[in-house]
């Protein structure tokens, strides 16, 4: 059995901050690897201003720079769109995996919004790593899920839904300010400079 943490989104473009994420996730949660999934078109978000798959694909592979930070673009061969979707795809196709849902807490704030949300996180636990500016006070999602503070001894055992929180320090990095610095970051794509 392989613990595989999840970390989903557009990528547009990858940054520090993701790789941050995966670092903590894979430190605290015990994981063997870390999945950057690549989304075709986040249903949240516009189709303006995306960059081709491909170049985000190459840019998130820059930005991994780990041998257990493996990206991907799954849905795109799944042929899913939903992270609901995308994470009961996974769980029939590798059986013998645990996986876990990683995200920052800027995430969680608007997870009541996702597809079947309640769904997803009765599916998959979520690891939350805290995100500058982003209070999770009313949270819909938490509410519902009846989250603490206090971690589970052991996230794969842990009854669902099951939210985690991880400790780690701030990361400001955000895609729409790399985006509002670079607008055509995908078209020039130099050195990534991110050292942790």
């Not at 993701?18 to 670092?23: F, M």
């Not at 516009?46 to 998130?60: F, I, Q, S, Y």
Request: glycine share 6%; proline share 10%; charged share 20%.
């Amino acid at each position: 059995m392989a613990r595989i943490g999840l970390l989903g989104g557009s990528f547009n473009p990858a940054h520090g901050a993701h790789r941050h994420i995966s670092l903590v996730a894979l430190e605290q949660l015990g994981l063997d690897e870390v999945w950057w999934l690549v989304s075709p078109l986040n249903p949240l978000k516009a189709p303006a201003g995306m960059a081709p798959l491909e170049a985000r694909v190459a840019r998130a592979q820059q930005v991994a720079r780990h041998p257990r930070i493996k990206v991907t673009a799954l849905e795109a061969e799944l042929g899913t769109r939903f992270a609901v979707d995308t994470v009961a795809a996974l769980q029939r196709r590798f059986v013998q995996h645990r996986f876990v849902w990683l995200a920052g807490s800027d995430i969680v704030a608007e997870l009541h919004r996702w597809r079947h949300w309640r769904r997803f996180l009765s599916a998959i636990p979520l690891a939350v790593v805290p995100r500058p500016g982003v209070s999770l006070i009313g949270s819909p999602a938490l509410k519902w899920a009846g989250w603490s503070p206090k971690p589970p001894s052991c996230w794969t055992r842990a009854p669902l839904p099951a939210i985690i929180p991880l400790k780690s320090r701030l990361r400001p990095e955000s895609a729409t300010a790399l985006r509002a610095a670079n607008p055509g970051w995908a078209t020039r794509q130099g050195p990534t400079i991110d050292r942790d």
